[in-house]
Structure formats: C-alpha cells, structure tokens
T-cell receptor
Framework: DAGVIQSPRHEVTEMGQEVTLRCKPI?????LFWYRQTMMRGLELLIY????????DSGMPEDRFSAKMPNASFSTLKIQPSEPRDSAVYFC???????????????FGSGTRLTVV | KQEVTQIPAALSVPEGENLVLNCSFT??????LQWFRQDPGKGLTSLLL?????REQTSGRLNASLDKSSGRSTLYIAASQPGDSATYLC??????????FGKGTTLSVSS
C-alpha cells in the first residue's frame, strides 16, 4: 500500500492567491482527517470526514477555508484567499472506523508545507 | 473541550537509559489512544495504538499504557538509542470524535 498520499509537498504562494491541497487516503479507509501543524499551536484538527460526509468542521479557522471529499479516494482542502498566517504544515490522515470509534488507528501522509508570502 | 498535556516538553538522556514519557487528558473518557513519532520536517509515524478495550500495548522496546480512571498514559522506552531521537506525540479521542494531540515531547539521546 502506498499509504496516504498528499500533494504538493511544498507550496509557496502570494497573499490573496487560492491554494488547493490534495489527499488520497488509503484504499478501504472510511475516515479522513485534515490537520494543521504550527510551532505555536501544535497539531490542530481542521475537519473530519466519515464515509465522505463531513462530521466535524469546528476546527476550520474561518470561511476562507473549505474542504471537500467527492469520493472515497480523494479530498481537497482549499484556502481562498490565502494569508501569511495560514503558513503551516497541513497533514491528511485516514483510518477505518466503525461505530463510535473502534478502528485501526490513523495513518498520516507526509504533509504539505505551505508558505504564504 | 478536551486538552492533552505532555510532560516533559523536552528530554535529553545518554544512550542506554530507560525513560518514560507522560501524557494526560482533561477528560478521562478516552476511547482510543495512539502514540506517534515525528522526525524533524517529516510526517507522523504511528508507534502504538491502545483501543477501547485495551489498557496496554507493546512493540519491541516500546510499551504504552493507559489508565482510563485518571486519563493518563505513559510511553516507556527501554534501552534508548540515538536513533530514538525525535518528537513523540500522544493523541486520544472520545467515542465518535477525532484524535486530539498533545504538543509532544522532544527526545534527544546522546551516544
């Protein structure tokens, strides 16, 4: 298995531009998570999908952030317009979860390092 | 709101020492707990998963335990090696929620 695949690995963009981060979860996993990591705040959950449906998006910072999961094998996180304070490493993770939470643990992708100048 | 505290924030030890990393949750109703390792500039690698019906897991020189009555977990590393140098992250979730992470313990093992 190739694991969780994220693209791009690095993204440098100018303030105000639209940024799209992509994630391919592990085949057979039914849950997908987007996290953001900064030195100050550590790893923060942005949004959680189960069976392609958003379950918890309370961590999405503001309306500039949006996430979609059109099918079981693909998800995007979009920032429009981007701001310098969005600079961080964005991780995608997937898992197989049944019921209220029994599953096989999370597998993380390698992350996308976003720099907004 | 669930919060996760990891102590110590940083730890430096000589090679060969046994060590314990600590993690605590403000809400002790932890369903699953997972320990990860993160090398500088890299992603997260899962080390151990303690599921809802379990209290302990072991893998090689690593042992993790979870006390659900107190909401505390420990990661025990036996006979530490320079290759163990990394940041160790503890994460837990309650039923139906996603993992919430601590800020990690940065471990440095000197040869």
């Amino acid at each position: 298995d190739a694991g969780v695949i994220q693209s791009p690995r690095h993204e440098v963009t100018e303030m105000g531009q639209e940024v799209t981060l992509r994630c391919k979860p592990i085949s057979g996993h039914n849950s997908l998570f987007w996290y953001r990591q900064t030195m100050m705040r550590g790893l923060e959950l942005l949004i959680y999908f189960n069976n392609n449906v958003p379950i918890d998006d309370s961590g999405m910072p503001e309306d500039r952030f949006s996430a979609k999961m059109p099918n079981a094998s693909f998800s995007t996180l979009k920032i429009q317009p981007s701001e310098p304070r969005d600079s961080a490493v964005y991780f995608c993770a997937s898992s197989f979860i049944v019921g209220t939470g029994r599953g096989n643990g999370y597998t993380f992708g390698s992350g996308t390092r976003l720099t907004v100048v | 709101k669930q919060e996760v505290t990891q102590i110590p924030a940083a730890l430096s030890v000589p090679e060969g020492e046994n060590l314990v990393l600590n993690c605590s949750f403000t809400d002790s109703a932890i369903y699953n707990l997972q320990w990860f390792r993160q090398d500088p500039g890299k992603g997260l690698t899962s080390l151990l998963l303690i599921q809802s019906s379990q209290r302990e897991q072991t893998s090689g020189r690593l042992n993790a335990s979870l006390d659900k009555s107190s909401g505390r977990s420990t990661l025990y590393i036996a006979a530490s090696q320079p290759g163990d140098s990394a940041t160790y992250l503890c994460a837990g979730n309650q039923a139906g929620t996603a993992l919430i992470f601590g800020k990690g313990t940065t471990l440095s093992v000197s040869s």
